[in-house]
């Protein structure tokens, strides 16, 4: 969707009006519902680094503020409702029966760190439903909404200045916005699906798990981080005992209620977990090290590579999941002095991105001029089309092309080596010999402009 430029350079979308004031407009974002938007895959499995997703997040807050904008985000951090604790619970058995996990563990924390990282303020709802946190703020603070949710349409009250946008777009530096379009702002017909907006605004926490040590009665509720927890089990119960050894840290009073999927081999599907944990500080001696120290104590075979290409894959994802939840259970022991931001952006695994694998119709410089491209920063990545960036990657697909011969040069020398071994005497099939011959007549009636059939009998004139 192409922006409109208003009176103060601010790009426009259809049905935006023109500020009328040079102040700030603000909108505030339900940051989960764009998760794939900064987290991409490369290829068909492997999840990309957090850094590039950090790039992508930085483009979008800088494009935001070019055009205008004040951000805040809100990401969820509670399952308040029935209806959505059914549907995670669905959610997390289908990853584990089919091994599939779309996006990488821990996005919620790891967007939070990266907003704030940029100064953008950020809300996790824990009192209330993230939509109906967000609509409040929104509703009260006069801002816009960003969300793709469709739920935002089911809420009554709603100021009728209040704009409600569906997706959004960075094109040349300026943050383009898609209006989500709605018959009426009272809602759906179902009134069923109708909520009020609520007044005020609930409490919201700047950070994740602020309160792991005020409470008796804690509960851990994860599902399944990566995509092979059905063969290797799921990360959450392997270390559980450096689980245990963070809650007696950060002084967990009683046990805590762990709900945890897993596998379950003799019947053949998912079961949960239902177990009350007490703390136990025999592992504490790994939080005073370094996270590897740990991930190496808990999968001393991380590093082994399964058969297969696709399970490669996967088990970079497992990679990624492990170290996700590694490092998260050391920043709730540091008192949330550590981020997970800064952890993965320290690891090796995450420094250099790691390539797909690669296509014949690519080029054999594709990956290590996608690898230049990725070590990039933020400024290059925008204005790489105009750069001399693509002049370099030019330069390097002309020296693949001079280094590796055509696919035409190649067919020709396989036909020499063919003939050639013929007329050693070395016997060849008849089927490919009458092939051949038949090519060659047929090429050369057709050069003499004498009448051929074609492969369906018809003729073929002169």
């Known amino acids: 969707m192409e922006a409109r430029q208003g009176e103060e350079g601010m790009p426009l979308t259809a049905g935006s009006s023109l500020p009328a004031t040079n102040q700030r407009r603000l909108l505030y974002v339900d940051a989960l519902n764009y998760t794939r938007s900064f987290f991409k895959r490369k290829g068909r499995h492997t999840w990309e680094s957090p850094i590039m997703s950090f790039q992508r997040v930085r483009l979008f807050v800088e494009a ?69 946190t967000l609509v409040s703020y929104a509703s009260a603070d006069s801002a816009a909404v960003l969300s793709a949710d469709r739920d935002m349409l089911r809420y009554t009250g709603l100021p009728v200045s209040l704009k409600i946008y569906v997706s959004f777009r960075v094109r040349k530096g300026r943050l383009t916005l898609e209006e989500r379009e709605a018959p009426s702002r009272d809602g759906p017909q179902d009134s069923r699906t109708k909520r009020q907006v609520i007044r005020p605004p609930p409490a919201t926490r700047p950070k994740m798990h602020c309160e792991w040590g005020d409470k008796e009665d804690l509960s851990y509720r994860r599902g399944s981080p990566s995509p092979l927890t059905r063969s290797l089990g799921n990360i959450h119960l392997i270390v559980r005992p450096l689980r245990q050894a963070v809650y007696h840290r950060v002084g967990v009073k009683g046990t805590v209620h762990e709900v945890i999927p897993e596998w379950d081999e003799e019947l053949g599907s998912v079961k949960w977990t239902d177990d009350r944990v007490a703390p136990d500080p025999a592992m504490g001696f790994l939080l005073d090290g370094p996270p590897a120290a740990a991930i190496d104590h808990f999968f001393p075979n991380l590093h082994e590579n399964p058969p297969g290409s696709q399970q490669q894959e996967l088990m970079q994802n497992h990679r990624w999941a492990v170290r996700a939840v590694v490092y998260e259970l050391f920043v709730i022991a540091s008192g949330q002095k550590l981020s997970l931001l800064g952890l993965m952006e320290s690891d090796p695994l995450f420094k250099v991105q790691m390539e797909p694998p690669r296509g014949g119709h690519r080029g054999r410089g594709y990956s290590r001029r996608r690898t230049q491209r990725q070590e990039r920063g933020p400024e290059e990545i925008e204005n790489w089309r105009t750069s001399g960036w693509r002049r370099e990657a030019q330069v390097t697909q002309k020296e693949g092309v001079d280094r590796w011969k055509s696919h035409r040069e190649r067919a020709q020398e396989s036909i020499e080596r063919r003939d050639g071994a013929e007329n050693k005497g070395v016997e060849t099939s008849s089927r490919r010999k009458r092939g051949s011959e038949h090519r060659g007549s047929w090429y050369e009636r057709g050069k003499t402009g004498e009448g051929t059939q074609n492969r369906n009998g018809r003729g073929r004139g002169k």
């Open 64 to 132: 935001a503020r070019q055009s205008g904008w004040t951000l805040a985000v809100f990401i969820d951090d509670h399952i308040a409702t029935q209806e959505t604790n059914s549907k995670w619970v669905e959610r997390r058995e289908v990853e584990v029966w089919k091994g599939k996990r779309d996006v990488p563990q821990a996005v919620n924390r790891l967007l939070g760190d990266m907003f704030t990282k940029l100064g953008i303020k950020v809300h996790y709802s824990f009192a209330e439903d993230n939509d109906d």
